[in-house]
T-cell receptor, first 111, second 111 residues
Framework: AAGVIQSPRHLIKEKRETATLKCYPI?????VYWYQQGPGQDPQFLIS???????DKGSIPDRFSAQQFSDYHSELNMSSLELGDSALYFC??????????FGSGTRLTVV | TQLLEQSPQFLSIQEGENLTVYCNSS?????LQWYRQEPGEGPVLLVT?????EVKKLKRLTFQFGDARKDSSLHITAAQTGDTGLYLC???????????FGTGTSLTVIP
């Protein structure tokens, strides 16, 4: 069965650079969520999209933005990167508010 | 403010022993989920509980949702080394647009 695909799996950026993370949800899933998980931390909700419209916003910094495209894939854009942005970034998708299916994540390292 | 507190935070037991992980909140959730996460991977959904007092069993795992839908427990019988991982509970927000994750319980089963 198709899963949630995230790319890239690993990303190394320097401070003040920008990064774009991509997420391809499970086909026919109507909601996409982005989470940030720091080392030893639980996942923190960033933002979600329902049918390509932003539906909820969590602790997403103003330096970050996200969108969902017509093909339902989503991108998380991160600018002016800081060392503290180093984390695992997970995308998840769901249908009708059922359980999430998480992707394998993108490990971002800011140096 | 952490909506969901899990206990214990760390647990190390011998193979064959039983254990219980608790997930507590002062908030009421419309549903609650349990996930298991391997290092560097996304959380994998184990179960969703919806009704207060609900009990679900998944092989050696027993999940219970509190009567008031504020807390939940995960009981593992005869733990195996393959049960090692990070266990996360997550409560569904009122809007259903996000899940709030608990603080996590890191379980290590020693052979």
């Amino acid at each position: 069965a198709a899963g949630v695909i995230q790319s890239p799996r690993h990303l190394i950026k320097e401070k003040r650079e920008t990064a774009t993370l991509k997420c391809y949800p499970i086909p026919r899933h109507d909601t996409v969520y982005w989470y940030q998980q720091g080392p030893g931390q639980d996942p923190q909700f960033l933002i979600s999209f329902y049918e390509k419209m932003q539906s909820d916003k969590g602790s997403i910094p103003d330096r970050f933005s996200a969108q969902q495209f017509s093909d339902y894939h989503s991108e998380l854009n991160m600018s002016s990167l800081e060392l503290g942005d180093s984390a695992l970034y997970f995308c998840a998708s769901s249908l009708f508010r059922d359980g999430y299916t998480f992707g394998s994540g993108t490990r971002l390292t800011v140096v | 403010t952490q909506l969901l507190e899990q206990s214990p935070q760390f647990l190390s037991i011998q193979e064959g022993e039983n254990l219980t992980v608790y997930c507590n909140s002062s908030s009421v959730f419309s549903s609650l989920q349990w996930y298991r996460q391997e290092p560097g991977e996304g959380p994998v959904l184990l179960v969703t509980v919806v009704t207060g007092g609900e009990v679900k069993k998944l092989k050696r795992l027993t999940f219970q949702f509190g009567d008031a839908r504020k807390d939940s427990s995960l009981h593992i019988t005869a733990a195996q080394t393959g049960d090692t991982g990070l266990y996360l509970c997550a409560g569904e927000s009122d809007t259903g647009n996000q899940f709030y994750f608990g603080t996590g319980t890191s379980l290590t089963v020693i052979p």
